[in-house]
C-alpha cells in the first residue's frame, strides 16, 4: 500500500498548492470586476475556493443568510399559509433582509355546521356534504356518528348536540387531548384529523369519568390538520432569523345575523378548543423564544364599544360579544403560557358619509375598551389601503383627497370625506394607551399600516380581490402619519403585497431603504440657540432640511448638525433617531403652518413633509 500512500500524498500537494494559486494577494481580501453582494457578509469566492464546511447550512431551499443589509421602518409582516417549505424560507430570508423581526400568521375560523343523516358534515349553506371532512371516517361510520356511538356506549343518555369544524396545516401533541379514551388523532391519507369532545358549557373535565357518568350533551369538534407542523417549522426559522412568530388562535364563529359580530352561542366552545390548543402549545413550545404571542384574527371596527368583564348576565349581555372572545381567549393564554401577548388589529373607518364610521374621539373609547380585555397588542390598520381614513395634514382638510381613494370615496375634499387623517386616530389611541397604563392596563400600540390600494380591476392575484399594489412612497408616507405615536410598525401582508408586480415592493424598498422618513418635529434649543429635533429615519449628517411657510419669500435650508444628541423619547420603534438643526422659530408668524422636509445627503427627499405648528 506505500504506493498509494506516496500517490495520496502527491494529490494532496497538488490541491494545495491549487489552493495557493487561488488565494488572493491583497491582504486577503477578493478582488475582481463583479459587483460584491450587499446581504452577504461573507467576502466573495470564486468557484475554484473551497467552501466552509463548519459554517455553511444548505438544504434543499438553499442557504440561509441571516445579515440585514436593508433595514427599513416596518418590522412586521403577515404571512399568508402555504404548503410549499421552502416558500416559507424564502419569505423569512426577504423579510428579514428588510429588518423585520415579526411575523403574523393568517388564521382559520371554528365554524358550527349541520350534519346529515349519517354524521357527515356538510358545508356552510348545509346543503351538500363538505369534499374536506368527508373522508374523516372510522370502523365505517363518519367521525361524528363515531364519536356519537361511542358516547352513548358510555352513557345511553349522551347526545352530540353540536358538531363544529376546525381547519389548520398544524399537527398536534397528545396534549391536545383531555379524555383520550373518546379524543383521538385520525390520519387519512396526508390530513390527519383531530376528534374532540367537549362540553356544552365550555368547562373542560379532568377525567373521562363524567361521560359514563350522566347523560349530557356535548359538541363534537372535527379538526382538519397536517401531517407535518407549520407552526414547528416557522419557530424553527425564527429561531434561525432571529423572528418572532405570532401563529393564529382559532377564530370565534360569526353571528349569523350580523357576521362582523362573533357569535355568542359559540364562545364557550371557541374557549374549550383554544384552551386544549394552548396546552398543546404549551407542553411543545413553551421554552421557545420564536414564539412572540398569538394573533386573534377576528376582526373588529375600532368605534365607541362596551367591555365589562362582568359576570353577571345582564351585564354581560350588553358587552360586545368580540370583546368578550378577545377577553377569553386573553385569560387562556395567561394560564397556559404566561407572557406570551395576544395581539389583535381593528380596522378604522372614518368615512362621515356612513353611519358605522367613527370619529377619532370614539375610536379612542373603542381602544379603551379592547385594552380592559387584556389583550397585550393592539395593532390598529390605518384602513388607509382600503380608502377608509387618508393620509392628510390639518392644513390640507380643504385639498382634494388622493386620486386613488376618489372610488371609494367620491370626488371630495379630506375634510368633506373623513372626520380625521390617520394621524389624527392615532394621536388619539396614543392617548388613550397613556390612559388606561395609569388605570393599570399594560398595552401596547403598533401600527398595521396597509400595504396595498384599491386596485381599480387590477389586483395582486385572485385572492386579493379588490385590492392592489401600492408603491413605497405611499407607505414612506404612512410611516410618517403613524410613526410618532407608536412603538412598532407592522403590514398587512407579505404575500401577495410585498411580492406582487415588477418591480415588486420588496423590491422598491431594497433600492431605496435608506430614503429619509421624518415622523415628527419639536422645537428644542440646544444652548443658548433655538432649533428643531426631528424623530425619524435614515437622517444621518449630510441630510439638509427645508422648512417653508405662507408668505415667506425664500424657503430656509439648513444642513443637519447633530443626531442623536438625546435620548430618544420611550416606546418608539426600532432603528428611529433625532436630528438636530438650528432655527430661529420667532421667523414663522403665529399660527402658520410650517412644512418640514428632510433631504438626504445624496439628494433624494422624504416621500412625505411634515406640517408642524409650533407654539411660542
Given at each position: 500500500?506505500?504506493?498509494f500512500?506516496?500517490?495520496?500524498?502527491?494529490?494532496?500537494?497538488?490541491?494545495?498548492?491549487?489552493?495557493?494559486?487561488?488565494?488572493?494577494?491583497?491582504?486577503?481580501?477578493?478582488?475582481?470586476?463583479?459587483?460584491?453582494i450587499?446581504s452577504?457578509?461573507?467576502?466573495?469566492r470564486?468557484p475554484?475556493?473551497?467552501?466552509?464546511k463548519?459554517e455553511?447550512?444548505?438544504?434543499?431551499?438553499?442557504?440561509?443568510?441571516?445579515?440585514v443589509?436593508?433595514?427599513?421602518?416596518?418590522?412586521?409582516?403577515?404571512l399568508i399559509?402555504?404548503?410549499?417549505h421552502?416558500?416559507?424560507?424564502?419569505?423569512f430570508?426577504?423579510?428579514?433582509?428588510l429588518g423585520?423581526?415579526?411575523?403574523?400568521?393568517?388564521?382559520?375560523?371554528?365554524?358550527?355546521?349541520?350534519?346529515?343523516?349519517?354524521?357527515r358534515?356538510?358545508?356552510?349553506?348545509?346543503?351538500?356534504?363538505?369534499?374536506?371532512?368527508?373522508p374523516c371516517?372510522?370502523?365505517?361510520?363518519?367521525?361524528?356518528?363515531a364519536?356519537?356511538?361511542?358516547?352513548k356506549a358510555?352513557?345511553?343518555g349522551?347526545?352530540?348536540?353540536?358538531?363544529?369544524?376546525?381547519?389548520?396545516?398544524?399537527?398536534?401533541?397528545?396534549?391536545?387531548?383531555r379524555?383520550p379514551?373518546?379524543?383521538?388523532?385520525?390520519?387519512v391519507?396526508?390530513?390527519v384529523?383531530?376528534?374532540?369532545?367537549?362540553?356544552?358549557d365550555g368547562s373542560?373535565?379532568?377525567?373521562?369519568?363524567?361521560?359514563?357518568?350522566?347523560?349530557?350533551?356535548y359538541?363534537?369538534?372535527?379538526?382538519a390538520?397536517?401531517?407535518?407542523?407549520?407552526?414547528?417549522?416557522?419557530?424553527d426559522?425564527?429561531d434561525?432569523?432571529g423572528?418572532?412568530?405570532?401563529?393564529?388562535l382559532?377564530l370565534?364563529?360569526?353571528?349569523?345575523?350580523?357576521?362582523?359580530r362573533?357569535?355568542?352561542q359559540?364562545?364557550?366552545?371557541?374557549?374549550?378548543?383554544?384552551?386544549?390548543?394552548?396546552?398543546?402549545?404549551?407542553?411543545?413550545?413553551?421554552?421557545?423564544t420564536?414564539l412572540?404571542?398569538?394573533?386573534?384574527?377576528?376582526?373588529?371596527q375600532m368605534?365607541?364599544?362596551?367591555?365589562?368583564?362582568?359576570?353577571?348576565?345582564?351585564?354581560?349581555?350588553?358587552?360586545h360579544p368580540?370583546?368578550?372572545?378577545?377577553?377569553?381567549?386573553?385569560?387562556?393564554?395567561?394560564q397556559e403560557?404566561?407572557g406570551?401577548p395576544i395581539l389583535?388589529?381593528p380596522?378604522?373607518?372614518?368615512?362621515?358619509?356612513?353611519?358605522?364610521?367613527?370619529?377619532?374621539?370614539?375610536v379612542?373609547?373603542?381602544?379603551?375598551?379592547?385594552?380592559?380585555?387584556?389583550?397585550?397588542?393592539?395593532?390598529?390598520?390605518?384602513?388607509?389601503?382600503?380608502?377608509?381614513v387618508?393620509?392628510?395634514?390639518p392644513?390640507e382638510?380643504?385639498?382634494?383627497?388622493?386620486?386613488?381613494?376618489?372610488?371609494?370615496?367620491g370626488?371630495?375634499d379630506?375634510?368633506?370625506?373623513?372626520?380625521?387623517?390617520?394621524?389624527?386616530y392615532y394621536?388619539e389611541m396614543?392617548?388613550?394607551?397613556?390612559?388606561m397604563?395609569?388605570?393599570?392596563?399594560?398595552?401596547?400600540l403598533?401600527?398595521?399600516?396597509?400595504?396595498?390600494?384599491?386596485?381599480?380591476g387590477?389586483?395582486c392575484?385572485a385572492?386579493?380581490?379588490?385590492r392592489?399594489?401600492?408603491d413605497?412612497?405611499?407607505?414612506?408616507?404612512?410611516?410618517?402619519?403613524?410613526?410618532r405615536?407608536v412603538?412598532?410598525?407592522?403590514?398587512?401582508?407579505w404575500?401577495?403585497?410585498?411580492?406582487?408586480?415588477?418591480?415588486?415592493?420588496?423590491?422598491?424598498i431594497?433600492?431605496?431603504w435608506n430614503?429619509?422618513?421624518?415622523?415628527?418635529a419639536?422645537?428644542r434649543?440646544?444652548?443658548?440657540q433655538?432649533g428643531?429635533?426631528?424623530r425619524?429615519?435614515?437622517?444621518?449628517?449630510?441630510?439638509?432640511?427645508?422648512?417653508?411657510?405662507?408668505?415667506?419669500?425664500?424657503?430656509?435650508?439648513?444642513?443637519?448638525?447633530g443626531?442623536?444628541?438625546?435620548?430618544?423619547?420611550?416606546?418608539?420603534?426600532?432603528?428611529?433617531?433625532?436630528?438636530?438643526?438650528?432655527?430661529?422659530w420667532?421667523?414663522v408668524?403665529?399660527?402658520?403652518?410650517v412644512?418640514?422636509?428632510?433631504?438626504?445627503?445624496?439628494?433624494?427627499p422624504?416621500?412625505?413633509?411634515?406640517?408642524?405648528?409650533?407654539a411660542?
Amino acid at each position: 500500500m506505500r504506493w498509494f500512500t506516496a500517490l495520496l500524498g502527491v494529490a494532496i500537494l497538488a490541491a494545495v498548492a491549487a489552493v495557493v494559486l487561488v488565494l488572493p494577494r491583497n491582504g486577503g481580501k477578493a478582488s475582481g470586476d463583479g459587483t460584491p453582494i450587499a446581504s452577504s457578509s461573507v467576502p466573495a469566492r470564486t468557484p475554484s475556493t473551497p467552501a466552509p464546511k463548519a459554517e455553511e447550512f444548505t438544504d434543499p431551499c438553499g442557504t440561509f443568510d441571516t445579515a440585514v443589509p436593508t433595514p427599513y421602518a416596518v418590522t412586521g409582516y403577515w404571512l399568508i399559509p402555504t404548503a410549499d417549505h421552502c416558500t416559507w424560507r424564502r419569505q423569512f430570508s426577504a423579510i428579514h433582509r428588510l429588518g423585520g423581526d415579526t411575523v403574523i400568521r393568517i388564521g382559520w375560523g371554528l365554524q358550527a355546521r349541520r350534519v346529515d343523516d349519517q354524521g357527515r358534515v356538510l358545508d356552510k349553506a348545509g346543503e351538500e356534504i363538505d369534499p374536506r371532512y368527508e373522508p374523516c371516517v372510522e370502523d365505517g361510520l363518519s367521525c361524528e356518528a363515531a364519536a356519537e356511538r361511542d358516547l352513548k356506549a358510555a352513557n345511553p343518555g349522551n347526545r352530540v348536540s353540536w358538531t363544529f369544524v376546525y381547519r389548520t396545516d398544524e399537527a398536534f401533541g397528545p396534549g391536545l387531548f383531555r379524555c383520550p379514551e373518546f379524543e383521538r388523532k385520525i390520519p387519512v391519507g396526508k390530513t390527519v384529523f383531530y376528534r374532540l369532545i367537549v362540553n356544552e358549557d365550555g368547562s373542560d373535565d379532568p377525567t373521562c369519568d363524567n361521560i359514563r357518568a350522566k347523560g349530557r350533551g356535548y359538541h363534537v369538534i372535527l379538526i382538519a390538520a397536517a401531517e407535518q407542523d407549520s407552526l414547528t417549522e416557522l419557530l424553527d426559522l425564527g429561531d434561525r432569523f432571529g423572528v418572532k412568530v405570532f401563529p393564529a388562535l382559532p377564530l370565534a364563529p360569526r353571528d349569523p345575523a350580523q357576521q362582523s359580530r362573533a357569535a355568542r352561542q359559540g364562545t364557550n366552545t371557541l374557549t374549550t378548543l383554544t384552551r386544549r390548543i394552548l396546552q398543546d402549545y404549551g407542553d411543545r413550545f413553551g421554552d421557545r423564544t420564536s414564539l412572540g404571542g398569538f394573533y386573534q384574527p377576528f376582526e373588529v371596527q375600532m368605534r365607541d364599544m362596551r367591555y365589562s368583564g362582568s359576570n353577571d348576565p345582564e351585564e354581560a349581555a350588553k358587552d360586545h360579544p368580540t370583546l368578550r372572545v378577545y377577553a377569553s381567549q386573553h385569560e387562556i393564554v395567561e394560564q397556559e403560557m404566561p407572557g406570551r401577548p395576544i395581539l389583535v388589529s381593528p380596522y378604522l373607518d372614518a368615512r362621515k358619509r356612513l353611519p358605522i364610521s367613527a370619529t377619532p374621539k370614539e375610536v379612542a373609547r373603542g381602544f379603551e375598551a379592547l385594552a380592559r380585555t387584556g389583550v397585550g397588542i393592539i395593532a390598529p390598520q390605518d384602513s388607509r389601503g382600503t380608502g377608509k381614513v387618508g393620509l392628510f395634514w390639518p392644513d390640507e382638510r380643504d385639498e382634494k383627497v388622493d386620486e386613488r381613494l376618489r372610488p371609494v370615496v367620491g370626488e371630495a375634499d379630506n375634510g368633506t370625506a373623513y372626520h380625521g387623517s390617520t394621524r389624527d386616530y392615532y394621536r388619539e389611541m396614543s392617548a388613550a394607551r397613556d390612559r388606561m397604563a395609569e388605570q393599570g392596563h399594560d398595552v401596547q400600540l403598533w401600527a398595521n399600516v396597509e400595504a396595498f390600494e384599491p386596485s381599480q380591476g387590477e389586483p395582486c392575484e385572485a385572492r386579493t380581490g379588490s385590492r392592489g399594489r401600492t408603491d413605497k412612497k405611499r407607505l414612506d408616507a404612512a410611516v410618517t402619519q403613524v410613526g410618532r405615536y407608536v412603538s412598532k410598525i407592522v403590514s398587512y401582508m407579505w404575500s401577495d403585497f410585498f411580492t406582487c408586480g415588477s418591480p415588486s415592493l420588496s423590491e422598491e424598498i431594497t433600492r431605496d431603504w435608506n430614503r429619509p422618513i421624518p415622523v415628527d418635529a419639536v422645537r428644542r434649543p440646544r444652548d443658548i440657540q433655538d432649533g428643531v429635533e426631528i424623530r425619524g429615519y435614515n437622517m444621518p449628517m449630510g441630510a439638509k432640511v427645508t422648512l417653508k411657510w405662507e408668505g415667506q419669500e425664500t424657503p430656509k435650508v439648513v444642513e443637519v448638525a447633530g443626531v442623536n444628541l438625546n435620548p430618544p423619547p420611550p416606546d418608539q420603534p426600532a432603528r428611529m433617531e433625532t436630528a438636530w438643526v438650528p432655527f430661529d422659530w420667532t421667523q414663522v408668524p403665529p399660527g402658520l403652518w410650517v412644512e418640514v422636509e428632510v433631504t438626504a445627503p445624496d439628494g433624494r427627499p422624504a416621500a412625505e413633509a411634515l406640517h408642524v405648528r409650533v407654539a411660542l
